[in-house]
Nanobody, 114 residues
């Protein structure tokens, strides 16, 4: 499974961004996909996840602001981020769980200016 993220960038506080993660390879084995983020000096944390059935869960810090979705026809998962604040600044990683293994994308930087 290969994952390629896109959509990061610099945005002002209160703004929005949409991240995309395109999956390729053995995509039929993917059980769930997720977005994680890692800020400087902090551990990587789960932001949002979505199963093949469409069930979602979110970190408390992003509930009501972020939305994870998937387009199965395009093998792509999205993360729509609204009402961004400087605390959301981090490298965002796409992840996929497949046959008990975890796969990661290369990450995309999101920077929110105050």
């Amino acid at each position: 499974v290969q994952l390629v993220e896109s959509g990061g960038g610099l945005v002002q506080a209160g703004g929005s961004l949409r991240l995309s993660c395109a999956a390729s390879g053995s995509i039929f084995t993917i059980n769930a996909m997720a977005w994680y983020r890692q800020a400087p000096g902090k551990q990587r944390e789960l932001v949002a996840a979505i199963t093949t059935g469409g069930s979602t869960n979110y970190a408390d810090s992003v509930k009501g602001r972020f939305t994870i979705s998937r387009d199965n026809a395009k093998n792509t998962v999205y993360l729509l981020m609204n009402s961004l604040n400087p605390e959301d600044t981090a490298v965002y990683y796409c992840a996929a769980e497949s046959s008990g293994a975890q796969y990661w994308g290369q990450g995309t930087q999101v920077t929110v200016s105050s």
